[in-house]
């Protein structure tokens, strides 16, 4: 979606961010490289209070690390889609009830809508962009068109990263296993059944849990 | 959301000094996973969160012969999985699943699932806690399908959210809340009350103290304990009603019993009647149904809500007949 056919760097998302009114006028780019260095390294832990204005904050995300200016109030959400254009993880609910925002907070599942970025620091974020390597898409990703697992796609980012959580956690699940543990998603198209049988097939390539409703998966 | 300050001390004399006896211009973020949502809909607007999560003391699970002390901000997902907890205190880590999303467990603590506010739609839509327009009490005329149905004789209607809380009391389990100068052990049954006032809270947290862990004494020998949630859906979601069992048996009869209800008044509610009508007997599913009978006895539904008796009558019949065997445990 940032990136324009033509090559121009023109985007639609960064089109509609220049047009938007109060706009915030801080984002990653515009920060002075004083500003950012004189923070870098700082200690995580700080008993003097920050903001409620912008203040310089450090997010590790998919292997980097990123320098930004913040209100105390911007969700981890919002920090990644507004001032990094990390647009991976979508902002749908914003209430910690639908998991379109899931992303991994070392290495563990989160709603990053319900997280402040300031608090954030200090901490391994991976988002779906941070699933491929080289350019090849994960297994999920590849069993989820495989197995019809989406129809809008909106809620696609969450589910690919819960269920990467999920079976680095139950790598041969049960079809109860991934009910259970792909609770914490929503998807309103209803595509749950190909959402179901893409974790299983990635879970267990043989095929085993794919045959019956009942448990397969070695536990 | 309103625009705030943030701060992230290293210990708790720290945080403590940052906080105020004006519950509008300092609170204690945790997991955030209500607090942010509180927050986004200007149900509560503080000045200041003072972020708890580089004290390290505040993260540590103890266990030794004499209970379990968990740190506040232990996560359900800690809860639902640790060896110690699984073995010993069966019924905490069922309930910690019970918060069936995984993001909810890995971000949600024990402090923050003891603190979370009430999810009545009137306090969620700003009314208050006891849903109050312009002085007019509307739960009387609204539509009341998820509220109150014991210890709803007014002026509070709304029913405690916690997960933990049920089992947690039935485990005799005690809060330690830190103020500016002394910490005190609070039984969680007399953590939360029902307040009588619009300017009352629904637990005994004064805005410049900390909860800052729970501990447990250890089951005796003949413990059994278990959870049951009934919930709309499978997958996350509020309990409409839930029931936490915790017997101890000789033999095959009860010895000691409690039983204590959950999302069916403003408080964590212990049926007693049911408890002592189990003392003495071997538990089957003809008992288990006439105790769960005795745990709603004096139920008083609201409009729309007569419902929930019969599911938590049938909660606390399944927890029983979960806790003495009869009945299956979900996994993981």
Excluded at chain 1, 65 to 72: D, F, G, K, T
Excluded at chain 1, 164 to 182: C, I, M, S, W, Y
Excluded at chain 2, 218 to 232: D, I
Excluded at chain 2, 303 to 322: D, P
């Amino acid at each position: 979606m940032a990136k324009n056919k033509n090559g121009s760097g023109f985007s639609r998302r960064k089109f509609l961010k220049g047009v938007g009114v109060g706009t915030g006028a801080l984002s990653a780019g515009l920060l002075s490289p004083a500003e950012t260095l004189s923070h870098a390294g700082g200690a995580l832990a700080f008993g003097t209070p920050q903001g409620p204005g912008a203040v310089p904050i450090t997010l590790h995300i998919n292997g980097q690390a990123h320098r930004l200016s913040v209100e105390p109030r911007v969700t981890l959400l919002d920090a990644l889609r507004m001032d990094l254009e990390i647009t991976g993880a979508k902002r749908v609910c914003d209430r910690g009830t639908c998991g379109a925002c899931s992303m991994l907070l070392d290495g563990k599942v989160i709603y990053g809508c319900s997280m402040l970025a300031i608090d954030a620091q200090g901490h391994e974020i991976t988002t779906v962009e941070g699933l491929s390597h080289n350019g090849r898409p994960h297994p999920l990703m590849t069993a989820f068109v495989a197995h019809d697992g989406q129809q809008c796609g909106f809620c696609t980012p969450g589910f690919i990263v819960a269920s990467k959580a999920f079976l680095d956690r139950t790598p041969h699940p049960t079809r109860e296993q991934v009910n259970h543990g792909l609770g914490g998603n929503l998807c309103r198209c209803g595509t749950y059944h190909g959402i179901r049988e893409a974790v299983l097939d990635v879970g267990n390539p043989t095929g085993k849990a794919k045959t019956g409703g009942q448990a397969h998966g070695a536990l | 959301m309103q625009a705030f300050d943030y701060a992230r001390p290293h210990s708790l004399a720290e945080a403590l000094k940052l906080l105020s006896t004006d519950r509008d211009a300092a609170v204690v973020l945790a997991g955030g996973t209500d607090l942010l949502s509180l927050m986004k809909d200007n149900v509560i607007a503080p000045k200041r969160l003072v972020s708890l999560k580089s004290i390290e003391e505040l993260h540590r699970v103890e266990h030794n012969a004499h209970g379990l002390r968990l740190g506040a901000l232990v996560t359900l997902d800690t809860l639902s999985t640790h060896p110690v907890i699984a073995q010993h205190y069966p019924g905490l880590a069922e309930a910690a699943l019970g918060v069936s999303s995984p993001q909810i467990r890995n971000m949600g603590t024990v402090g923050g699932d003891l603190c979370q506010r009430p999810r009545c739609w009137y306090f969620r839509g700003g009314y208050g806690l006891l849903a109050l327009d312009q002085g007019k009490a509307l739960v009387p005329d609204g539509d009341n399908r998820y509220h109150a149905i014991l210890g709803n004789h007014g002026p509070a209607y709304f029913v405690n959210p916690s997960s933990l809380a049920p089992i947690l009391m039935a485990l005799d389990a005690k809060v330690r809340v830190q103020g500016p100068k002394t910490s005190r052990e609070v039984p969680v049954a007399e953590f939360f009350r029902t307040p009588t006032s619009a300017t009352e809270y629904e637990n005994v947290v004064a805005a410049n103290e900390i909860v800052t862990e729970v501990l447990i004494p250890a089951p005796a020998a003949g413990s059994h304990q278990a959870v049951y949630e009934v919930r709309q859906k499978e997958a996350l979601d509020w309990p409409l009603a839930a029931a936490a069992v915790h017997v101890h048996l000789a033999g095959n009869k009860v010895t000691t019993a409690r039983i204590v209800l959950g999302h069916v008044a403003p408080t964590p509610w212990r049926a007693e009647a049911a408890e002592q009508m189990l003392v003495g007997k071997a538990v089957n599913e003809d008992v288990a149904t006439a105790v769960g009978r005795a745990a709603v006895m004096g139920a008083s539904p609201l409009s729309r809500n007569a419902y929930k008796v019969q599911l938590a009558r049938v909660a606390v019949k399944r927890a029983l007949l979960r806790a003495t065997g009869q009945l299956a445990v979900p996994k993981a």
